[in-house]
């Protein structure tokens, strides 16, 4: 019986503080709305830079007759990184970029020229 008790009442205390949580969001609605929108407009902005560089990797190292395979080992970067990077699915450390500029043979400017 006392561990009915404790399991029961544990989970009425667990609905009870989720009830609470929900409660306030709700009344804070547009406070969480502006909070949470402008970090997903920041994301989206984040996102489309990194896709445009990616272009720009991919634009130079098109202009230069390499495929990625050879422009990732110039870097000594697996194949697949390069994709992601070319596809702008990850956020390049400034070292990354400098690498593939100096793959490139360019200055890593160039990169951000778009």
Partial sequence: MNLLTRIF???????????????????NFHTYTIIFGCHLRQLMRDETLY???GLKIQ??????NLSQQDLAAK???????????EAGRVNSTVST????????DVNIIELFKF
């Fill in 51 to 53: 896709k445009k560089i």
């Fill in 75 to 85: 870097c000594n970067f697996e194949k697949s990184n390069m994709s992601r990077v």
């Fill in 97 to 104: 970029l400098n690498k593939i500029a100096k793959g490139l």
């Fill in 9 to 27: 009442g544990t989970t009425l205390l667990y609905f009870y503080t989720i009830s609470l949580l929900l409660s306030y969001m709700i009344t």
């Fill in 59 to 64: 634009e130079i190292r098109l202009q230069k």
